[in-house]
T-cell receptor, first 112, second 118 residues
Framework: DQQVKQNSPSLSVQEGRISILNCDYT??????FLWYKKYPAEGPTFLIS?????DKNEDGRFTVFLNKSAKHLSLHIVPSQPGDSAVYFC???????????FGTGTSLTVIP | GAVVSQHPSWVICKSGTSVKIECRSL??????MFWYRQFPKQSLMLMAT?????????EQGVEKDKFLINHASLTLSTLTVTSAHPEDSSFYIC??????????????FGPGTRLTVL
């Protein structure tokens, strides 16, 4: 059962525009959320996280928004750059558990 | 940030042989490490959770006798693929968890190991 879902397998955005990647979750016990970026044949790298006590966290060009009532989070990248082209995974964890649950990933292509 | 290494980065082996992959946390102690497998164009599939000093917890459908995990120290976990078959060919990634302190909690991933079984 996929508890974290990324319904868009791919996204293409023009350089300089905003990229919005979406993620939905089903488990109300999740209270910590993360975004990872992954290039082919490499391990994922941590990008940004957000705790459920917040609804927004910003780090440079990256902002994560959390809507707890909708069980939805999104990653905004602005402005998008060609180097942002990668697969982005969202992940969720619960304080009571040990495991991170990953979404299926969204492949972002930023067109120069 | 925390650094996790994996060795080897790429291994080719014959069918029926065993392959050991090492995962090390270089600048922190990791009581918990995770092993993932990724098929082309698919998500990360959690195989098992490795806890230092105790037996690994395997996810449903993962053969524990085939994928042996040892977490002998706070900085090293190993995954041994026993009697490898071509269908075991995949990209294996480990991660180490930095426990929650001050509401921060994340996993840091190794660079992955590409296993090809001939």
């Amino acid at each position: 059962d996929q508890q974290v879902k990324q319904n868009s397998p791919s996204l293409s955005v023009q350089e300089g525009r905003i990229s919005i990647l979406n993620c939905d979750y089903t488990n109300s016990m999740f209270d910590y959320f993360l975004w990872y970026k992954k290039y082919p044949a490499e391990g994922p790298t941590f990008l940004i996280s957000i705790s459920s006590i917040k609804d927004k966290n910003e780090d440079g060009r990256f902002t994560v928004f959390l809507n707890k009532s909708a069980k939805h989070l999104s990653l905004h990248i602005v402005p998008s750059q060609p180097g942002d082209s990668a697969v982005y995974f969202c992940a969720a964890s619960a304080r009571t558990g040990n495991q991170f649950y990953f979404g299926t990933g969204t492949s972002l292509t930023v067109i120069p | 940030g925390a650094v996790v290494s994996q060795h080897p980065s790429w291994v080719i082996c014959k069918s029926g042989t065993s392959v050991k992959i090492e995962c090390r946390s270089l600048d922190f102690q990791a009581t918990t490490m995770f092993w993932y497998r990724q098929f082309p164009k698919q998500s990360l599939m959690l195989m098992a959770t490795s806890n230092e000093g105790s037996k690994a917890t395997y996810e449903q459908g993962v053969e524990k006798d085939k994928f042996l995990i040892n977490h002998a120290s706070l900085t090293l976990s190993t995954l041994t693929v026993t009697s490898a078959h071509p269908e075991d060919s995949s990209f294996y990634i480990c991660s180490a968890r930095v426990p929650r302190t001050g509401r921060t909690d994340t996993q840091y991933f190794g660079p992955g190991t590409r296993l090809t079984v001939l």
